[in-house]
């Protein structure tokens, strides 16, 4: 844990309407924004029944910055508006990690 | 955000072995134990190429115990000899939080 140096996580759960019209497309193009966003870390997608994406930022100006972009603001919008049923975000301070990788 | 109290989430991402043999009984045993733990809040998964898992705990106190349970320990092991070629274990602090309901 020495010289750990904090970052941020945002976690993003949700559950999505039947209406799926165009989620995946935009889901990709929203990755890929993200991707070049500055301050950006890394990202992590899997979904069943909910979905969970977390993604990981240098700091909370980064993640506040990717919140107000005006691509990802409108695919917030339509997210609202059609995709999604329920959502919740977390903005989380990444303390400590540890990893496993089979030898 | 008035009154938001702080929580912590444990983020864990993994993939799989090929050997998944008795892997889901003990998730399942692992969901319930935990859930019987002092200080645990929710969890929520879901898995595809990569598995997510995001326990949260009112304190790294109750962390540190769940992670310290016997039961828990012997499935650690399992995981790292068995079932996992690789996971991460992220520890974060919860500082906001904003959720969606579609009306």
């Given at each position: 844990m020495k010289n750990f140096k904090p970052y941020y996580a945002v976690i993003f759960t949700s559950t999505q309407t039947?209406?799926?019209?165009g989620y995946t497309k935009m889901a990709e193009k929203m990755e890929a924004l993200a991707k070049q966003q500055k301050g950006y870390l890394g990202i992590e997608s899997a979904k069943n029944k909910v979905g969970i994406t977390v993604s990981y930022w240098e700091s909370l100006k980064a993640i506040k910055n990717w919140k107000a972009n005006t691509e990802h603001l409108f695919a917030q919008q339509k997210g609202r508006e059609q995709w999604y049923n329920w959502y919740n975000v977390r903005i989380c301070k990444v303390e400590r990690e540890y990893e496993f990788k089979l030898d």
């Open positions: 039947e209406d799926t019209k």
